[in-house]
């Protein structure tokens, strides 16, 4: 008699070929996860109207700091369409010092940053 005519043992095999499966997936999400790495970015919003020249000077002061990089502009690269949105500073992998120095760095610019908030920390 073959297995997959009994339907006990074809019920399960079925339920260990779907647990198996199930786990499986899981594990592989995990672990993509995990392999994807620290994908932290500060979003700095800039004050109404400060427009490119304060965005760049954010980039310039804050985004050669140890730890911390600049995400670059996406869209359109006019610097009159650009300078409506915040900037993006990646900070995957810094450690709190150097979070803290960028903090302090944004404190600075008062006058043309409005607030900054973090990203991607899951």
């Known amino acids: 008699m073959k297995w997959w005519r ?3 043992r074809r019920n399960r095999m079925a ?5 198996f499966l199930g786990v499986g997936s899981i594990v592989l999400a995990g672990s993509l996860q ?3 790495g620290d994908r932290r970015v500060v979003v700095v919003t800039m004050q109404t ?6 965005r760049q000077l954010v980039k310039d002061d ?18 009159r369409i650009q300078g409506r949105f915040p ?9 709190l010092r150097q979070e803290a120095a960028l903090h ?4 600075q610019h008062g006058d ?4 900054f908030l973090t990203e991607g920390a899951d």
């Open 112 to 115: 043309i940053v409005r607030g």
């Open 15 to 19: 339920l260990i070929v779907f647990a």
């Open 62 to 79: 804050c985004g050669d700091l140890p730890g911390v990089s600049v995400v670059p502009d996406q869209g359109n690269p006019s610097a």
């Open 87 to 95: 900037v993006r500073l990646k900070i995957g992998g810094a450690t």
């Open 34 to 36: 995990w392999a994807e």
């Open 6 to 8: 009994d339907p006990q």
């Open 49 to 54: 109207g400060s427009g490119e020249p304060a």
């Open 104 to 107: 302090a760095c944004l404190a």
